[in-house]
């Protein structure tokens, strides 16, 4: 079954350490996304890229970096920059050739404790 | 940018009673796509239903039928017949049609449907 697969599902780590977080998917998808979800909230994007080996920041980019050297996996890394990285994680991806309609794919998310 | 509002309370609804969730959102392009995504307690976004703004009928997708008033600003899900698996968060998301294809979120409306 096609799909998106993030890992792991609960993730800690001490703080200063990076930490990166794995999205791959198998849906043929141009464009994959990362947003943030903290309780109560909406999601925020971070980062999304559109084709491999580019990618754009998004509202919240500030201590993340991604890469997109496969067109399959979109890692995210957080840095010891992000003041504050406990938060869900969720990847998301979209075919870009019919772009107005088509819905954002999501994996099932990463939830990161930092301590 | 395009801003998305969802401002209600927590909402309980007694199971088969239909139930509406209101999204407002702020856009000065005239092209642009609605969607709405349920979160239930585990954590996948699952997309639901889309409209369009230069659709003339509201969108309709089993259960789940869309209250799109272009000239309001507003795009309100309604959930038909209500069932327990319904309970979960709800998010408002708008994509601007010429825009980067990012998709922008409101903070969500909680439902609990109650037996």
């Known amino acids: 079954d096609g799909g998106i697969t993030q890992s792991p599902k609960y993730l800690f780590r001490k703080e200063g350490q990076n930490v990166t977080l794995s999205c791959e998917q198998n849906?043929?998808?141009?464009?994959m996304y990362w947003y943030r979800q903290d309780p109560g909230q909406g999601l925020r994007l971070i980062y999304y890229?559109?084709?491999?080996?580019?990618?754009q920041k998004g509202d919240i980019a500030e201590g993340y970096s991604v890469s997109r050297e496969k067109k399959e996996s979109f890692p995210l890394t957080v840095t010891s920059a992000q003041k504050n990285p406990t938060a869900f994680y969720l990847c998301?991806?979209?075919?870009?050739?019919?772009?107005?309609?088509?819905?954002?794919?999501f994996g099932n998310g990463t939830r990161l404790t930092v301590t | 940018a395009q801003k998305i509002t969802q401002t209600q309370p927590g909402m309980f609804v007694q199971e088969k009673e239909a139930v509406t969730l209101d999204c407002t959102y702020d856009?000065?392009?005239?092209?642009?796509?609605l969607f709405w995504y349920k979160q239930p307690s585990s954590g996948e976004m699952i997309f639901l239903i889309y409209?369009?703004?230069?659709?003339?009928q509201n969108a309709t997708e089993g259960r789940y039928s869309l209250n799109f008033q272009k000239a309001r600003k507003s795009a309100n899900l309604v959930i038909s017949a209500s069932q327990l698996g319904d309970s979960a968060m709800y998010f408002c998301?708008?994509?601007?049609?010429?825009?980067?294809?990012?998709?922008?979120f409101g903070k969500g409306n909680q439902v609990v449907v109650i037996p």
């Open positions: 409209q369009g703004s230069y659709d003339q």
């Open positions: 890229s559109q084709i491999v080996n580019d990618f």
């Open positions: 998301a991806s979209s075919t870009d050739r019919d772009s107005r309609n088509s819905p954002l794919h």
């Open positions: 856009t000065s392009d005239p092209s642009y796509g």
């Open positions: 849906l043929n998808h141009d464009a």
């Open positions: 998301a708008m994509r601007l049609y010429y825009g980067n294809n990012r998709l922008a």
